[in-house]
């Protein structure tokens, strides 16, 4: 048995006593949260979130990509949300490399380069900033009055704000 037979017998419990099927596609909340994918952030826990209440984007570091901004244009021009919330966490392993050693791995172990780069940074706060940065300088996402970024820590459950 694998962790996705697991999640698979999971969904099919959870089918038994869904009852939200009703939901529109807009967020309710009106609300996109850019966060890292680390597995020891709960957002639906932290934040007090159901289904329907945001859009709930994630990657490695919580990094605004070019497909964030995909991502976010979407949420916003077409599904109504108003809001950008952005997570970045402490601990995170985006702090323990950089761009340019884990292209080299890359390129070593498959002798291809990535037409991509990882996003890493060393100071979570500064990153938030720019993050925040990122998406109130690009044209395509119109509404930014409302664009807050804060650090969660993996230690306490706390989550602070970074201050612009």
């Known amino acids: 048995m694998s962790a996705i037979d697991d999640f698979v ?7 038994t006593t869904f009852t939200k099927g009703n939901l529109l596609t807009p967020p309710a909340q009106r609300v996109a949260i850019v ?4 597995a020891r952030l709960n957002l639906f826990g932290l934040l007090g979130l159901s289904e329907g209440d945001a859009h709930i984007i994630r990657n490695a570091g919580g ?4 497909d964030g901004i995909r991502s976010l244009t ?3 021009r077409l599904l109504s949300t108003r809001e950008i919330m ?3 966490h402490t601990d995170c392993g985006m702090l323990t490399f950089t761009d ?3 292209r080299d791995r890359l390129r070593a172990e498959t002798g291809v380069e990535p037409d991509w780069d990882a996003g890493t940074f060393a100071d979570l706060d500064q990153d938030v900033r720019e993050s925040i940065e990122r998406i109130k300088s690009n044209p395509f996402i119109p509404h930014v009055d409302s664009v807050r970024g804060f650090v969660y820590d993996v230690q306490t459950g706390a989550l602070r704000e970074v201050q612009p």
Do not use: G, P, W
Request: with cysteine; proline share 0%; charged share 20%.
């Open 9 to 15: 017998r999971n969904a099919k419990r959870y089918q």
């Open 35 to 38: 966060a890292c994918m680390d």
């Open 63 to 66: 990094v605004i990509t070019t």
């Open 74 to 76: 979407i949420s916003q």
């Open 86 to 88: 952005l997570i970045h």
């Open 100 to 102: 340019a050693e884990f």
